[in-house]
């Protein structure tokens, strides 16, 4: 028959000795990026006139900076394709090509060693060598292999622990059993960083970092509980009732909610998002060192 790994089974209430898997982490991690640049080559069609096959420079990271202690939680937020997978690749040291700027982890680089101790959970992971279904039992489901998936990372002790989008796919009660299980992990000195798309309200403040990602170009990095705080004091508050993590993509859409009901002819509206993705960026650069819990 099959076997599985529960991890819901495995989450201690506050009068029972913590399970294994939640006892305090053997080496503590503090994960520090800055400036973290990465370039792609992007080939172009051979152009038929000049027989020339011409490439060019795509940027997918502009220079992202922050930092994680241990205990500690990191949600990346951001649209689709704005380079938060590309973020956790790097930070997990797996990334190839032209990456630029700086990760340490205890303030020093990436070493085998530190690969050993860190616990990934992508969407690409698929659970090898683990009886998961039986003849007489369909296969697990999307959202049942992604929990396994998490459950054999966290089996080894892992420091730091990257996961990419670890609820996606999955009703809200079983995202926040999820999370509640990370957040546990977090408490007993790992240090955990997770691309997550639009987080619920009780979800989001589990978190105690947040990087606000579009287009690879940090719009914030700070304590979760200052979020909003930071984008009020430049004058991006929201006046219509909205989730923190719909308000924060829209505003990493270049959508300004505070002008929901301005006029902005329809051909004017991709100008109109650039330039409030840029104002906002050129803020975030400006106000780097007065946002609390950079390091
Ligand atoms: N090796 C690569 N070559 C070309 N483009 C890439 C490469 N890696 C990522 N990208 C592009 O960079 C952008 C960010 O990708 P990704 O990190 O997967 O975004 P996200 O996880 O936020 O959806 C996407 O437009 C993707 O197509
Ligand atoms: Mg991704």
């Known amino acids: 028959m099959g076997s599985e790994i529960d991890m819901e089974s495995q989450t201690c209430s506050s009068d029972q000795e913590p399970t294994a898997i939640f006892k305090n982490v053997n ?3 503090f994960l520090k990026f800055e400036d973290v640049v990465y370039t792609v080559e992007i080939k172009k069609a051979r ?13 997918i990271l502009k220079g992202v900076t922050g930092a994680v202690l241990p205990g500690e939680m990191l949600a990346i937020l951001g649209p689709s394709g704005s380079g938060k ?16 700027g700086s990760i340490t982890y205890n303030d020093k680089p990436f070493s085998n060693q530190m690969k050993r101790n860190m616990g990934r959970s ?8 683990i009886i998961i279904s039986g003849p007489m039992k369909r296969g697990v489901s999307g959202g049942e292999r992604k929990r396994v998936s998490i459950g054999q990372e966290i089996l080894i002790n892992p420091s730091p622990l990257f996961l990419d989008k670890p609820t996606s796919g999955l009703d809200s009660t079983t995202a926040q059993r999820i999370v509640s299980t990370l957040w546990e ?21 589990m978190f105690h970092k947040v990087l606000l990602l579009p287009d690879g170009n940090p719009l914030f990095f700070g304590k979760g509980a200052s979020v909003m705080d930071y984008f009020s004091s430049i004058a991006y508050s929201p ?14 859409n ?6 929901a009901y301005a006029c902005v002819p329809s051909n004017e509206v991709d100008k109109e998002q650039k330039a409030v993705k840029d104002a906002l960026a050129t803020s ?3 106000n780097l060192a007065h946002i609390e819990g950079r390091d």
Request: proline share 2%.
């Open 85 to 100: 997978t590309t973020l956790l690749t790097s930070l997990g040291g797996r990334l190839s090509g032209q990456l630029s």
């Open 284 to 286: 975030y650069k400006s």
């Open 47 to 59: 152009c038929l006139k000049t027989k020339s096959k011409k490439s060019e420079e795509r940027n």
């Open 122 to 129: 992508f969407e690409a992971t698929k659970c090898k060598n």
């Open 254 to 259: 270049g959508k300004n909610v505070a002008d």
């Open 185 to 205: 992990l977090a408490r007993g000195g790992r240090t955990v960083a997770m691309a997550i798309h639009q987080p619920s309200s009780r979800l989001f403040y």
């Open 27 to 29: 080496r503590p991690v």
């Open 239 to 252: 006046f219509v009732h909205m989730t923190l993590a719909d308000y924060l993509l829209d505003l990493a």
